[in-house]
C-alpha cells in the first residue's frame, strides 16, 4: 500500500508537470492551438487528482508499516 501511494504521488505529479509544458506550448503560438491547450489541461487535472489520492493514502498508513 505504501508503494502504491508513492507511485501515485510521483507520477501523478510528474503529469501534472508535462501537462502544464504542453499547454504552455499551446499558448505559445500566435493562434493559439487547442488540441495542445485541451491535453494540456486534461493531463494536469488527471496528474493532479493522482498526486492527491497518493498523498491521502499515505497520510492513512500507519507509522509502524
Same mark, same amino acid.
Given at each position: 500500500? #505504501? !508503494?502504491? +501511494? %508513492? ?6 505529479? &510528474? &503529469?501534472? +508537470?508535462?501537462? @502544464? ?9 500566435? !493562434?493559439?492551438?487547442?488540441? !495542445? ?5 486534461? @493531463?494536469?487535472?488527471?496528474? &493532479?487528482?493522482? #498526486? ?7 497520510? %492513512?498508513?500507519? !507509522?509502524?508499516?
Amino acid at each position: 500500500m #505504501a !508503494e502504491i +501511494s %508513492r507511485i501515485l504521488t510521483a507520477g501523478g505529479l &510528474v &503529469v501534472a +508537470s508535462c501537462g @502544464l509544458v504542453i499547454f504552455g506550448i499551446g499558448a505559445a503560438f500566435v !493562434e493559439p492551438s487547442s488540441f !495542445e491547450m485541451n491535453v494540456g489541461t486534461i @493531463l494536469m487535472v488527471i496528474g &493532479v487528482i493522482a #498526486a492527491a489520492i497518493g498523498i491521502l493514502m499515505s497520510k %492513512r498508513i500507519p !507509522e509502524g508499516e
